[in-house]
């Protein structure tokens, strides 16, 4: 197996099915695998940011996965519990 770089090149990152040739998964980089759908190449790469398996949000969890990562640590931890300390004022 090759080693991968600091793009993710070298190995697929799938973790699930995929239709993308493995050669071709090996290729390009991390950020590119996880930009197709999981219905194409799955990455695991749609998923909550919520504690515990996003069970601490209100939100509902097709949308947690559907949005990207900085919209989930925008909202506040009484809406979408990410963990993360809240935002200090200027």
Not at 37 to 55: E, M, R, V
């Amino acid at each position: 197996m090759q080693n991968t770089n600091e793009y993710g090149q070298g190995k697929s990152h799938a973790t699930g099915d995929s239709k993308v040739p493995h050669k071709v998964q090996e290729a390009v980089p991390k950020g590119v695998e996880e930009a197709l759908p999981d219905s194409l190449h799955d990455t695991g790469s749609s998923k909550t940011h919520a504690k515990d398996d996003g069970n601490a949000s209100y939100v509902p969890k097709p949308i947690q996965k559907a949005v990207p990562e900085s919209v989930e640590r925008a909202l506040p931890n009484a809406i979408h519990d990410t963990g993360d300390a809240p935002a200090t004022k200027m």
